[in-house]
C-alpha cells in the first residue's frame, strides 16, 4: 500500500549537484517521519537525512551536514534530497523510507540507527572524481 519511488540519481562530476525525487503514495503527509539513506558497496546502510513531521525536525549525517538539505512537499506528497558539492565518497544508492506512524520519542537518531518501515526500491547517485 505504501508506494516510494526514488528518482534524480545519476553520474556526477565531483563538485556538482544532484536533487533526488521520493514521490509517495498510500500514506497521508500529517504525521510521519521520512527519511534518505544510502548503502554502499561493501558497507553498512548509512542514514543521510531525516525528516518528523511532529515537530518539524531535521538531521544529517555528519558527512553530509552543509552540503545536503531535505524537503518535503506536503501538497505534491514528494520529498526531496538536494546534495551539492558531492564527493566520490557520496557514490552510493540512495533509498527513500518513511514511518507513516511515527511515536512522540522517535527522533531522526533513531530512524538512523534502525531505518524505518517501507523503503523504495533505490536510485544509484555515482560521484567521479
Known amino acids: 500500500e505504501v508506494q516510494l519511488v526514488e528518482s534524480g540519481g545519476g553520474l556526477v562530476q565531483a563538485g556538482g549537484s544532484l536533487r533526488l525525487s521520493c514521490a509517495a503514495s498510500?500514506?497521508?503527509?500529517?504525521?510521519?517521519?521520512i527519511g534518505w539513506f544510502r548503502q554502499a558497496p561493501g558497507k553498512e546502510r548509512e542514514g543521510v537525512s531525516c525528516f518528523v513531521s511532529s515537530d518539524g525536525s531535521t538531521d544529517y549525517a555528519d558527512s553530509v551536514k552543509g552540503r545536503f538539505t531535505i524537503s518535503s512537499d506536503n501538497a505534491k506528497n514528494t520529498v526531496y534530497l538536494q546534495m551539492n558539492s558531492l564527493k566520490p565518497e557520496d557514490t552510493a544508492v540512495y533509498y527513500c523510507?518513511?514511518?507513516?506512524?511515527?511515536?512522540?520519542?522517535?527522533?531522526?537518531?533513531?530512524?538512523?540507527?534502525?531505518?524505518?518501515?517501507?523503503w523504495g526500491k533505490g536510485t544509484l547517485v555515482t560521484v567521479s572524481s
Open positions: 498510500g500514506f497521508t503527509f500529517d504525521d510521519y517521519a
Open positions: 523510507a518513511v514511518d507513516p506512524a511515527p511515536v512522540t520519542y522517535y527522533d531522526c537518531s533513531y530512524y538512523f540507527e534502525y531505518g524505518m518501515d517501507y
